[in-house]
T-cell receptor, first 110, second 116 residues
Framework: KQEVTQIPAALSVPEGENLVLNCSFT??????LQWFRQDPGKGLTSLLL?????REQTSGRLNASLDKSSGRSTLYIAASQPGDSATYLC?????????FGKGTSLLVTP | GAGVSQSPRYKVAKRGQDVALRCDPI?????LFWYQQALGQGPEFLTY????????KSGLPSDRFFAERPEGSVSTLKIQRTQQEDSAVYLC???FGSGRPPGELFFGEGSRLTVL
């Protein structure tokens, strides 16, 4: 079974810092990898989707990279803002059911 | 609709009661998924529909869990004889695609079930 691990589990940074969230997965036979954001008591919002043939995707201040052979992905957030505070989930698609990590809880302090 | 809609948003049930959770996917979306998210955990796959066909129910934790999508749009997740370990947020997601993988998923806000 695909296992997805996210490090760190929690992160607190001052506003303005650039930061990196890490995701690793055990089975490199994936179709795509998605990063989601989850606010407390809310559902999941898709941030970036990287196809298995791609190396990275960018959206605004977010950049996600994928190294399928080593089973790793990173989410880079530039110039963090308090509004970025949320839980960030990495999910790997090995068929049609997503396998999620436990998430990284991010707090950006003013 | 504009997004995936789930109801009720919050449900408190006494142990042993039956509950039904509803999901209205985005209009025209073929694929529909149910996930269970325990506190502090990532979502776990429960079941998958392609139109009205339930193609995978391997994630359902027991035979007390049942899901249907009779007309290929609205779906209902039913939990019979609820137990405390069923307490979780139940997330519904839909996608326009029907292949493997079905493409980008859009999630609802979830139904939070608390079993006392």
């Amino acid at each position: 079974k695909q296992e997805v691990t996210q490090i760190p589990a929690a992160l607190s940074v001052p506003e303005g810092e650039n930061l990196v969230l890490n995701c690793s997965f055990t089975d490199s036979a994936i179709y795509n990898l998605q990063w989601f954001r989850q606010d407390p008591g809310k559902g999941l919002t898709s941030l970036l989707l990287i196809q298995s043939s791609q190396r990275e995707q960018t959206s605004g201040r977010l950049n996600a990279s994928l190294d399928k052979s080593s089973g790793r992905s990173t989410l880079y957030i530039a110039a963090s803002q308090p509004g970025d505070s949320a839980t960030y989930l990495c999910a790997v698609d090995s068929g049609y059911a997503l396998n999620f990590g436990k998430g990284t809880s991010l707090l950006v302090t003013p | 609709g504009a997004g995936v809609s789930q109801s009720p948003r919050y449900k408190v049930a006494k142990r042993g009661q039956d509950v039904a959770l509803r999901c209205d996917p985005i209009s025209g979306h073929v694929s529909l998924f149910w996930y269970q998210q325990a506190l502090g955990q990532g979502p776990e796959f429960l079941t998958y529909f392609q139109n009205e066909a339930q193609l995978d129910k391997s994630g359902l934790p027991s035979d007390r869990f049942f899901a249907e999508r009779p007309e290929g749009s609205v779906s209902t997740l039913k939990i019979q004889r609820t137990q405390q370990e069923d307490s979780a947020v139940y997330l519904c997601a839909s996608s326009f695609g029907s292949g493997r993988p079905p493409g980008e998923l859009f999630f609802g806000e979830g139904s939070r079930l608390t079993v006392l």
